[in-house]
């Protein structure tokens, strides 16, 4: 049998505040390409999204790139 971690939708439901804290030039297209999908176009753009499993996806593609922050 498998064990699986915990993701970070098992934790916290809901809205999650995403902060956009380097910037995508130098990195592959589709790291780009899911920074503008979630709406971070500039340097410290925010934007507050439903967390689900394909936003959890998008956040652990660039998570080096941004800050997470819960919100209610």
């Known amino acids: 049998m498998l064990t699986l971690k915990k ?9 999650v505040k995403i902060t956009l804290v380097k910037s995508g030039i130098g990195y592959p297209k589709n790291q780009k ?3 503008r999908a979630l709406g971070l176009r500039k340097i410290n753009a925010s934007a507050v999204v439903d967390l689900n499993d394909q936003i959890q996806g998008m956040i652990n593609t660039v998570n080096h790139l941004i800050k997470v922050e819960n919100t209610k």
């Open 7 to 15: 993701s970070l939708t098992d934790k916290i439901m809901g809205k």
């Open 33 to 35: 390409a899911t920074l």
